[in-house]
């Protein structure tokens, strides 16, 4: 097993006034060329906005995007036709494929706090692709959730890649072991609140830790704990 550990206080990011931000991997302004990702993981974004704010129409291509909103309501438009209003607890994915435009806003009276994360495409060139799913994650109890897995997997959100996206809550009486789909895979833990012990290493507020070489994961927490697993191709 081959680890490697990003801690809270080395990510990137900026302060825009109505929007500030934290960058786990390189982003925008930020450039760290130790982290420019994990594996298929190209982002990791941590963002707070302000009510009545957001980001202006832009594009993308050829990336698989995933927002999972923790507090407020984001309201997602693009050049597909879509329209829709994601809850705090929801997740979002986006296949830009060929090429999408989206704009994302605040509607709302109170702060909007989301993860945007990024994964690179198996396949360039595809159609666009839109879907959203009300998780409720709040209500969720000890364990994983799955968010986001691999194109053909029924009953959940599907992206263009071999990757598996879980939402996961523990406390100190429900440990975890995690089995990898693919012996080839990696897997990063982003700790999103409580203290988490993963392979061994102890995880703050917004740590995570990189695995790989290995079939299976162990997973802790001495207290209630949130955090993001993603299981992605390393090449």
Known sequence: MTTILHTAKERGGADHGWLKTRHSFSFAHWYEPTRMGFGALRVINDDWIAPHEGFGAHSHKDMEII????????????????????????????????????????????????????????????????????????????????????????????????????????????????????????????????TLTVAGETLSPRDALGVTDATSLSLSSSSVSQFLLFEVPMS
């Open 67 to 194: 927002t999972l909103v923790m507090q407020g309501t984001l309201t997602h438009e693009d050049s597909m036709g879509t329209l829709g209003v994601i809850s705090a607890g929801d997740v979002q994915i986006m296949s830009a494929g060929t090429g999408v435009t989206h704009s994302e806003r605040n509607d709302g009276d109170e702060p909007l706090e989301l993860f945007q994360l990024w994964i690179e495409a198996k396949e360039k060139g595809i159609a666009p692709r839109y879907g959203q799913n009300e998780l409720h994650l709040s209500e969720q109890g000890p364990g994983l959730t799955l968010l986001v897995a691999p194109l053909d997997t029924p009953e959940v959100l599907t992206i263009n890649q071999d990757a598996y996206i879980y939402y996961g809550t523990l406390d100190e009486t429900h440990p975890l072991e995690y089995a990898l789909h693919a012996p080839a895979n990696g897997v990063y833990v982003f700790v999103i609140d409580g």
